[in-house]
């Protein structure tokens, strides 16, 4: 996992913006349970009902692998207050944000 | 300089062979520098694959204008569909639809209500207090 990967080898950098990472898919308890024991610094969510999937509506119909649908690659910066400060989805399937262009997004929606 | 006469020989008997050739494996370099790519950890959509497929497209076609044959023509019509293949792939079936959901600059986060992977209850309210919060969604294990 490459992109959550970047994020956890890039904690220290997020910790010191007063910023957790929290990472959401539709995988079940099992599944998260996994990734978070794989990717320790990560504030991983089950989203399995895809309850928040659907609240933010990020959710890319037939998107997945044979068809499922899945999260579309989407990224959000909130503040401590719970206001949104940035947003960024990505065009591509494949392309993502690397854990420093998430970093200057921190920086540039909260300011450094 | 036999070997020159021997070279220049089998290039008048097939004139284009060398782009032919070329043309065939360019593709599969697109792909191989892919390789390297994800190996790098670079999430960048690899734009140079169809594009160096097209560029192995025309050697094969400049290769046909220079001496005509069946399996010139078979490998224009095989690459030719390639190439299209690829910028449907890359052009098309990888787009992203554009965010047009509630989730606003400069307003609230949404009201949520979901499940940590430790089991505990995760809702908006847990994104108040002295931290700042960056949610990324992902696609299964990329």
Redesign the interface.
């Known amino acids: 996992m490459i992109e959550l990967g970047e994020l956890e080898k890039n904690y220290d950098e997020f910790a010191k913006r007063n910023a957790r990472v929290v990472v959401v898919s539709d995988e079940g308890l099992e599944d998260a349970q996994q990734t978070q024991k794989d990717f320790p610094h990560l504030v991983v969510v089950a989203d399995a009902d895809k309850k928040l999937i659907s609240a933010v509506e990020v959710l890319h119909p037939h998107g997945g692998q044979h068809g499922k649908d899945v999260a579309a690659p989407t990224t959000f910066v909130i503040d401590k207050q719970g206001m949104v400060k940035g947003r960024y989805r990505t065009k591509q399937v494949i392309a993502r944000l690397s854990a420093k262009e998430v970093l200057d997004m921190v920086d540039a929606s909260l300011g450094k | 300089m036999n070997d020159l006469k021997q070279t220049s020989a089998v290039t008048r008997r097939h004139p284009g062979r060398l782009f032919l050739l070329l043309g065939m494996l360019l593709p599969f370099i697109g792909i191989a520098i892919y390789v390297f790519q ?1 190996q790098a ?6 734009w140079y694959i169809p594009v160096i497929a097209t560029v192995g497209l025309a050697l094969i076609i400049l290769a046909l204008v220079q001496s005509r044959s069946v399996i010139r023509w078979l490998a224009v019509v095989l690459f030719t569909l390639f190439a299209g293949l690829l910028w449907v792939v ?1 052009g098309v079936m ?26 505990s209850k ?1 809702t ?2 847990n ?16």
């Open positions: 994800v950890k670079i999430l960048r959509t690899p890359f990888m787009n992203v639809p554009e965010y047009t959901g509630p989730v606003k600059v400069e307003q609230p986060f949404p009201s949520f209500s979901t499940t940590l992977a430790d089991g995760f908006e309210d994104l108040k207090g002295d931290k700042n919060t960056v949610m990324v969604f992902f696609r299964g294990r990329w």
